[in-house]
Structure formats: C-alpha cells, structure tokens
C-alpha cells in the first residue's frame, strides 16, 4: 500500500504517522504543493489514500494547489478512497465538500481538551485561527467550546481540526517557527491520541481498503 501525503510546511509533518507506517510497512510519498509540487497532474484511481497536514496558510486564500486539493479530494471521494486531514487538511475536506471554514474571535493554541461524542475528553495540540462549518451529511466525532473539532464523512474519510501526530518536539518548533513559543509538554499527555490516531489509520487506511477491495472483487 501506498499513501499520498499532502505537507505544507516544514514544521508540521507526518510526525508519529511515519512510525504507524513503518510499522504496518505502508509506503508513503510526500508532496510540497506549497512549494510548486505539481499535485493537479495526480491519478486518483492510482492512489490508495490521502492525508492532508496542517499548515500556516487559510483554505479560503486563492492558491491554484488548494484548489487542486480539494479537486482531488471529491475525485477520491468518489471512489471511496480514504481520505485524512488534519487541520489544514480538515478544512480543505471541509471547503471541498461546500461548507465554511470561518475566521476565529481568538486562535486556539497550545494543548488543549477536545469531547468525544460519548463524553471522554481527549487532550490534543491545537494550532489553528480558522474553524469549520459542519458538514451536511457528516457524522460529529470530537467538538469542544470553541468549535466543531472533528468529523467522518462518507465513512471513509475523517477531518480532524486539532492534532494528534505531535510529538513534544515537534510542538516547540511549530511554536518557534511562528515566533510563539510553547512550554514543556510532557510526552504522556500525548499518548492517548497517539493512540486514537493509530486507530483512526487503521480502520480508514488498512480496513477501509480491505473491505473496498474485497466489495470490487465479488
């Protein structure tokens, strides 16, 4: 199996996404569209799945690769590829699909507690000045008292707003890199979205694609 991978700045990257990937021996190819990667040129119907980053730049800015993006998100939404973004890459699911992605009164930064739909808080990074409308269609997974935080649509694609693929050095250089440095983050306070991010993969890029192949060969 091989992903595509969708990064668009160089502090935000794959982060423990690379060690669930070796570990299941997923192959992954990164792409820089931000910095003129020519992703229009991509076959959807040669892709096993997509993950979208995060990144420093709004969906509603007028790049040809955002369009471009969200272009190849319907494409694969349409063939029941999956999809995962985070942040950035959340909204750009968001925007694809018609709904709003909105300035925010105040930016959410820093660690902080998301709520599941059962009621169990989960502790993620969050990065972001922009939130998202809710998607027509789509299931609510994680919201907190800012904003929608997390959401499935089409059972085969999963937008996360916060991140979960943080490691506590890889936070302090996001901080630094935008000139707002972040405190000591104790790695245990990330070890349970590690982990729920682990799930989120497997179930979208191992069991969503088990199941899509086994469906195309009866």
Same mark, same amino acid.
């Given at each position: 199996?091989?992903l595509? #991978?969708?990064?668009?700045?160089?502090?935000e990257?794959?982060?423990t996404?690379k060690d669930?990937?070796a570990?299941?021996?997923?192959?992954? #190819?990164?792409?820089?569209?931000?910095?003129?990667?020519?992703?229009?040129?991509?076959?959807p119907a =040669?892709m096993?799945?997509?993950?979208?980053?995060?990144?420093?730049?709004?969906?509603? !800015? !007028?790049?040809?690769? *955002?369009a471009? =993006?969200?272009i190849?998100?319907?494409?694969?939404?349409?063939l029941g590829?999956?999809?995962l973004?985070?942040?950035?890459?959340?909204?750009?699911?968001?925007?694809?699909?018609?709904?709003?992605?909105?300035?925010?009164p105040q930016p959410?930064e820093g660690i902080?507690? #998301?709520?599941?739909?059962?009621?169990t808080l989960?502790? #993620?990074?969050h990065?972001?000045g =922009?939130?998202?409308?809710r *998607?027509?269609?789509s299931?609510?997974?994680?919201?907190? =008292?800012h904003?929608?935080?997390g959401?499935?649509?089409h !059972?085969?694609?999963?937008?996360?707003?916060?991140?979960l693929?943080v490691?506590?050095?890889?936070?302090?250089?996001?901080?630094?890199? /935008?000139g707002?440095?972040?405190?000591?983050?104790n790695?245990?306070i990330?070890?349970?979205?590690?982990?729920v991010?682990?799930?989120?993969?497997d179930?979208?890029? *191992?069991?969503?694609?088990?199941?899509?192949s086994?469906? /195309?060969?009866e």
């Open positions: 199996m091989k595509t #991978v969708m990064q668009h700045t160089d502090t990257d794959l982060g996404i669930w990937a570990d299941k021996q997923v192959d992954i #190819v990164t792409y820089r569209p931000d910095q003129g990667d020519p992703i229009a040129q991509l076959n =040669e096993d799945g997509l993950i979208l980053l995060g990144g420093p730049m709004s969906v509603n !800015d !007028d790049f040809d690769w *955002l471009a =993006e969200r190849l998100i319907r494409s694969l939404n349409k590829r999956p999809v973004g985070i942040c950035l890459g959340a909204q750009q699911i968001t925007k694809a699909f018609g709904a709003n992605v909105y300035r925010m959410e902080g507690t #998301v709520r599941g739909t059962d009621g989960l502790n #993620v990074f990065w972001h =922009e939130a998202m409308s *998607l027509p269609g299931t609510l997974l994680y919201e907190n =008292e904003a929608l935080q959401f499935a649509y !059972d085969h694609i999963v937008g996360f707003q916060f991140h693929e490691t506590p050095d890889m936070i302090a250089e996001i901080g630094a890199a /935008a707002k440095p972040q405190g000591p983050v790695p245990g990330l070890d349970h979205g590690h982990q991010l682990a799930a989120t993969l179930r979208l890029f *191992l069991y969503c694609l088990l199941y899509t086994d469906a /195309a060969d």
